[in-house]
T-cell receptor, first 116, second 113 residues
C-alpha cells in the first residue's frame, strides 16, 4: 500500500531564503507523485508532478522537486521564498501506480510561513 | 477556461437540517471525488465516481450520500448534519489514464449551527 510522510508540519523561512519541504513516500509500484498548494479558504492547486522521465521536475511559481528513488523522496524546493508562497503544501502519491484506481494518498501537509 | 465549480462557496445550515452541496465540471473528466477537509488536516476522501460507478470509502458515515446525474455534475448530500460535519468540502476531478492527477474546485465551507 502507498503512503506519504511529510516531515515538519510547519516550516518558517525568511523572504528570499531557500524553501525546502520534505516528502517521503512508500509505494509497492512505480510511484506517481504530486505536490499541491492550498491557500486559505481555497481548493488545492497542482504545483508539479512526477510520472515518468526526468527526475527533476519544474512547476509553477518557481518551485521544483526531485524524485529520488533510492531515498524514496520527493522534496519540494524553491531558491528564494516570496511572501505570496505562504500556504499549506500537500505531497501526494497515486494509489495503484498507473492502474488509475482513482485515488491519491495525501501527506499530512506542511504549513509554510514566510517572514519579512 | 475549463474548471471545477462548487456552489455555494459558503453554506450555513442548522443541526439536523439536510444540506446539498453542488459540484460541476467543464473538463469532461470521468472521475469525480468528494473530500472533507477539517482545519489543518489533509483532505479526507469520502467517495468517488468512476464514470457511473460509485465508490464509497469504508469509513464514510452513512449520513453522507452522493449523486452523479451526468458527467458534469455531482452532489454531496448530508442528511442530518452534526456539529462535527462542519468543514471544507472539496470536489475534484481526474481523467482516466492521467495517473490520478486531480483538479480541485474552490471548496464549500460548511458551518453547522
Amino acid at each position: 500500500a502507498q503512503s506519504v510522510t511529510q516531515l515538519g508540519s510547519h516550516v518558517s523561512v525568511s523572504e528570499g531564503a531557500l524553501v525546502l519541504l520534505r516528502c517521503n513516500y512508500s509505494s509497492s509500484v512505480p510511484p506517481y507523485l504530486f505536490w499541491y498548494v492550498q491557500y486559505p479558504n481555497q481548493g488545492l492547486q497542482l504545483l508539479l508532478k512526477y510520472t515518468t522521465g526526468a527526475t527533476l521536475v519544474k512547476g509553477i511559481n518557481g518551485f521544483e522537486a526531485e524524485f529520488k528513488k533510492s531515498e524514496t523522496s520527493f522534496h519540494l524546493t524553491k531558491p528564494s521564498a516570496h511572501m505570496s508562497d505562504a500556504a499549506e503544501y500537500f505531497c501526494a502519491v497515486s494509489d495503484g501506480g498507473s492502474s488509475n484506481t482513482g485515488k491519491l494518498i495525501f501527506g499530512q501537509g506542511t504549513t509554510l510561513q514566510v517572514k519579512p | 477556461d475549463a474548471m471545477v465549480i462548487q456552489n455555494p462557496r459558503y453554506q450555513v445550515t442548522q443541526f439536523g437540517k439536510p444540506v446539498t452541496l453542488s459540484c460541476s465540471q467543464t473538463l469532461n473528466h470521468n472521475v469525480m471525488y468528494w473530500y472533507q477537509q477539517k482545519s489543518s488536516q489533509a483532505p479526507k476522501l469520502l467517495f468517488h465516481y468512476y464514470d457511473k460507478d460509485f465508490n464509497n470509502e469504508a469509513d464514510t458515515p452513512d449520513n453522507f450520500q452522493s449523486r452523479r446525474p451526468n458527467t458534469s455534475f455531482c452532489f454531496l448530500d448530508i442528511r442530518s448534519p452534526g456539529l462535527g460535519d462542519a468543514a471544507m468540502y472539496l470536489c475534484a476531478t481526474s481523467k482516466k489514464g492521467s495517473y490520478n492527477e486531480q483538479f480541485f474546485g474552490p471548496g464549500t465551507r460548511l458551518t453547522v449551527l
